[in-house]
T-cell receptor
Framework: KQEVTQIPAALSVPEGENLVLNCSFT??????LQWFRQDPGKGLTSLLL?????REQTSGRLNASLDKSSGRSTLYIAASQPGDSATYLC???????????FGAGTTVTVRA | EAGVVQSPRYKIIEKKQPVAFWCNPI?????LYWYLQNLGQGPELLIR????????DSQLPKDRFSAERLKGVDSTLKIQPAELGDSAVYLC???????????????FGPGTRLTVT
């Protein structure tokens, strides 16, 4: 069974600082990896999707890397803003059964 | 383009009562998912549909949970009877389907927050 771990569970930084969120997974047989953002009381918004053959994806201030062999992905958010405060979830799609396995998330607070 | 629609957004019921959640996926999306999310945790899959067929319901507690997706479009998830431990957020998601070359990216609705008292 795929196990997805996100460290740290919570993070508080001053505005302008770069954010580094970590995700690790136990089974490297993945189809893709997706990073989501979840605001309190809301659903999940997809931020970036990395196919298993890719090493990274970028969108604006967001950059996600994938090292499938070591079972790791990192989400970088440059020049953080208070509006970036949310919970960030990592999800891995298995290449065996296409199930999406989620981490518990990292809750980010950006202080103005 | 409209996203995944869920209703109701919030529901409070007493234990042992029935409850139903409704989901309308993005138009043209053949695959529909129901997830359960407990506080402080990531979502966990309950059931996955390909069109009207439930292809993965291994995590659905079938003694009290049921789901249907008539006509392969919108879907209903039901709990009867509800227990205190069912208090959680129920998320619906959809994706274009098992077509060669597609990314299987899932799009989520806002969820239904259920409180069982």
């Amino acid at each position: 069974k795929q196990e997805v771990t996100q460290i740290p569970a919570a993070l508080s930084v001053p505005e302008g600082e770069n954010l580094v969120l970590n995700c690790s997974f136990t089974d490297s047989a993945i189809y893709n990896l997706q990073w989501f953002r979840q605001d309190p009381g809301k659903g999940l918004t997809s931020l970036l999707l990395i196919q298993s053959s890719q090493r990274e994806q970028t969108s604006g201030r967001l950059n996600a890397s994938l090292d499938k062999s070591s079972g790791r992905s990192t989400l970088y958010i440059a020049a953080s803003q208070p509006g970036d405060s949310a919970t960030y979830l990592c999800a891995v799609k298995s290449s065996n059964d296409y199930k999406l396995s989620f981490g518990a998330g990292t809750t980010v607070t950006v202080r103005a | 383009e409209a996203g995944v629609v869920q209703s109701p957004r919030y529901k409070i019921i007493e234990k042992k009562q029935p409850v139903a959640f409704w989901c309308n996926p993005i138009s043209g999306h053949n695959t529909l998912y129901w997830y359960l999310q407990n506080l402080g945790q990531g979502p966990e899959l309950l059931i996955r549909y390909e069109n009207e067929e439930a292809v993965d319901d291994s995590q659905l507690p079938k003694d009290r949970f049921s789901a249907e997706r008539l006509k392969g479009v919108d879907s209903t998830l039901k709990i009867q009877p509800a227990e205190l431990g069912d208090s959680a957020v129920y998320l619906c998601a959809s994706s274009p389907g098992l077509l060669a070359g597609e990314t299987y990216e899932q799009y989520f609705g806002p969820g239904t927050r259920l409180t069982v008292t």
